[in-house]
């Protein structure tokens, strides 16, 4: 019995041909292509040149039709229908028409499954394109610094508190940080950058050693760029599978660098990037009409326009500043530009709410290219033409001033210092990291309907493994036993993991020394199933196979007390920065000719460290010391050389920072984590391809998941690739045989 099929493009119905095969191909990950992701289901079919069809695809053989003509540049929103039920959602691509005696002939189309078109959702946008970010802007000051530092900064997004959104991490790309107790006075090599911390200074200045905040870039949780692109693009959300639950996600974060060095010195001389709202207004006599909470004035009067009459004097009067009153409701503002002091400067505002009744929330905010000062401050709110608005107007003529002294101070913009990376490069960087795969969840009785499941590979496998009453689909009756194909699955002989080049001093010298890149890893045969005899094995077929992140990896220094003989501290920091690395008597800290380096997107865990060594902080003049502190590490956790973190960033195990030892047999490697068991299954002396033919019913085609697992009489498969003829059922199905272990 033949399906009855239907296709659909924007909701209008397609003419088939009566004869049409029409064959869906699925996969979720390809045992010949690892590092492929995004992958789905795609449909290739020629539907006839009819009247409707014409009229869909508006006559695209007619290249003189420019009205209202068939845009063949996008992807139009399909559906696929089997017995009149929604089967497949997803995107239709017209490739062209053929011809035939000057005629149109046949349309062919290709239709994508939704998880494909992530992509096309995306395009070129960058991460600093993702306007959410913004909720995470904040003054970058010694107070928010020092804070983030120590405890991070807590922001709160839609209701929601996000804690630790924002952390200063110990790294720098400038200054050469380390510790000496005993030394510290001393002026040879980089001595400012001792973060020691002198209790005994009666000063208080730690002799100008230590930490400034200008040292340090922010870095933000991974979780909320994935909430940015959820935010931005319709149609994407991601299920918390892994963003949500995984351990190995939970405290990874992006640092913050776009370009090398501190962040003052990257400024365009041309932008405006000191920031300063005003707040603090006082009044001796309060007008009904207006009310002022913090840097947010509200005005409740029907009056259309207002003056915002400023004085002041300013710290730098060679300086140019810019005033912006901005409504904060609907983003409308004035701009008004200045140099020096000021008496009774006019800063006119159309409010817009006339006879509506409105209430109007304002703010000034002050801004210049470097930190001024702004002092003895006076506003004057005054209405213009309140007549005109009938008896409900109200005049405003109020006098507010502000004692304290307004500062502006650097505005971190979130979105502007993102490092320079693609959306789409981003999460794709992301899964191949941890092996994960991606659907669109298709069931209107999924709690998930309409998002996109994210896991590792292992547990979307393992779903099926827990769940084998419902996940194992058992075809004996279906299956074609005349002929099949068994095939090897050797599609490579090495699997190479990258990261980005990164030419920092502590990644360079750990490559000189020990002749590899820290991070990385190549595997191979020898490495996965070895020959106890020979301890090798030949390999003479397959390729070399490359899975390379558009992220970079930086190796960090537990600092060594310079001044006790080398003993270790509990502060570890990264560098951003290269040149010649040497050390000199134990006695001085490690010197060299140091630059900072624009590096590749970086990824870390953030861990919150106590130390007993404490860390001199500098705020001027003055010295404060830090106990707690966020620690960069490649390890998700704090781990010991007998109880490793349970997560590395590193595909190979290496000699851990923290514990300086090594992970014994790299259990806790990205490799191990997420790859090591798919990929030692392919290169099984007993792994077999299997090309089988089944003839399929409408129930199992609707119904089929990547990841069930397919018993044949009594041998256990997975779906390595399914093409099926939509009509017929007559499938074609690639299937790798599963052992035991894998199923119990």
């Excluded at 005993?182 to 002198?198: P, R």
């Excluded at 005005?299 to 300013?314: A, P, Q």
């Excluded at 089929?704 to 007559?730: A, C, E, P, W």
Aim: charged share 20%.
């Amino acid at each position: 019995m033949q399906n009855k099929v239907q296709l659909y493009i924007e909701n209008q119905k397609l003419d088939l041909f009566s004869d049409e095969s029409i064959e869906i191909n699925s996969k979720i990950q390809d045992l010949r292509d690892i590092g492929k992701i995004f992958t789905d289901f795609t449909l290739a079919s020629n539907v006839p040149a009819s009247p409707a069809n014409n009229k869909i695809f508006s006559h695209f053989y007619n290249y003189n039709i420019t009205t209202g003509a068939y845009d063949h540049r996008t992807k139009k929103v399909g559906i696929i229908e089997i017995n009149h039920l929604r089967f497949r959602e997803g995107k239709v691509h017209l490739n062209g028409v053929v011809m035939k005696n000057q005629k149109p002939h046949t349309y062919n189309i290709v239709f994508y499954g939704k998880t494909v078109s992530i992509k096309d959702l995306v395009g070129d946008d960058e991460l600093s394109d993702l306007d959410y970010l913004s909720n995470y802007d904040h003054e970058y000051n010694n107070t928010n610094v020092k804070a983030g530092l120590e405890s991070g900064l807590d922001f709160t997004v839609n209701s929601v508190s996000q804690t630790d959104a924002i952390i200063y991490p110990l790294i720098t790309s400038k200054k050469r940080l380390f510790y000496d107790s005993v030394g510290f006075n001393s002026t040879s090599g980089n001595f400012s950058g001792n973060l020691y911390f002198d209790t005994t200074d009666t000063s208080g200045t730690n002799g100008g050693r230590g930490l400034e905040f200008t040292d340090l870039k922010p870095a933000i949780k991974a979780i909320h760029i994935i909430e940015a692109i959820e935010n931005k693009y319709s149609g994407i959300e991601f299920t918390r599978d892994f963003f949500g639950n995984s351990a190995a996600f939970s405290n990874l974060y992006l640092w913050l660098s776009s370009k090398k060095g501190e962040l003052n010195e990257n400024e365009d001389d041309e932008s405006y990037t000191f920031v300063k709202k005003l707040t603090g207004y006082t009044s001796s006599d309060p007008n009904p009409f207006v009310t002022i909470s913090g840097s947010d004035i509200t005005i409740n009067t029907i009056t259309c326009s207002y003056d915002f009459v400023l004085s002041f004097t300013v710290s730098d009067t060679t300086e140019p500043y810019r005033i912006i009153v901005r409504n904060t409701a609907t983003g409308q503002e004035t701009i008004t530009d200045g140099v020096g002091n000021k008496t009774g400067l006019n800063l006119y505002f159309v409010a817009r709410n006339q006879n509506t009744g409105i209430t109007q929330n304002l703010e000034i905010e002050l801004s210049s290219k470097t930190g001024i000062t702004f002092s003895s401050i006076s506003l004057d709110i005054e209405s213009i033409a309140a007549g005109f608005f009938g008896s409900n107007s109200v005049n405003i003529n109020k006098t507010y001033t502000i004692s304290a002294p307004q500062q502006t101070t650097f505005l971190f913009d979130t979105k502007i210092q993102m490092p320079k990376l693609k959306v789409i490069d981003f999460l794709t960087g992301i899964f191949k990291m941890f092996n994960l795969t991606a659907y669109y969840i298709e069931d209107p009785s999924d709690t998930d309907y309409e998002k996109i499941y994210v896991d590792t590979l292992d547990n979307f496998y393992a779903d099926a493994v827990n769940n084998q009453l419902t996940q194992t689909i058992t075809l004996d009756k279906y299956v074609d036993i005349s002929e099949h194909n068994v095939d090897v699955t050797l599609p490579f002989t090495d699997i190479e993991f990258e990261y980005q080049e990164t030419n920092t001093v502590l990644m360079e010298h750990h490559e000189e020394r020990f002749r590899e890149v820290f991070g990385n890893a190549e595997f191979n045969v020898r490495n996965s199933t070895r020959d106890t005899a020979t301890n090798t094995i030949k390999i003479d077929r397959g390729t070399k196979y490359q899975i390379k992140l558009p992220f970079s990896h930086l190796k960090y220094e537990r600092l060594l007390n310079l001044g006790t003989f080398g003993t270790p501290t509990d502060i570890q920091w990264g560098y951003s920065a290269g040149g010649e690395f040497r050390s000199d008597t134990t006695s001085t800290p490690p010197t060299g000719d140091f630059d900072s380096r624009l590096i590749k997107p970086l990824l870390f865990y953030g861990i919150q460290q106590t130390t007993s060594n404490s860390i001199a902080f500098l705020d001027g003049g003055s010295a404060s010391e830090v106990t707690t502190y966020f620690r960069p590490s490649n390890s998700n956790e704090e781990g010991t050389s007998t109880t490793p973190a349970a997560f590395t960033l590193n595909f190979d195990n290496e000699v851990d920072e923290w514990s300086r030892s090594e992970t014994p047999n790299a259990f806790n490697s990205l490799y191990a984590n997420f790859y090591q068991s798919y990929v030692e299954g392919v290169f099984n002396v007993a792994r077999r391809m299997h090309k089988i033919t089944a003839f399929l019913p409408s129930s199992i085609i609707a119904n089929y998941k990547l990841n069930h697992q397919i018993k044949i009489h009594d041998r256990m498969f997975r779906i390595n690739s399914i093409t099926i003829n939509l009509v017929t059922g007559k499938s074609t199905i690639e299937l790798y045989n599963i052992f035991q272990s894998d199923i119990v």
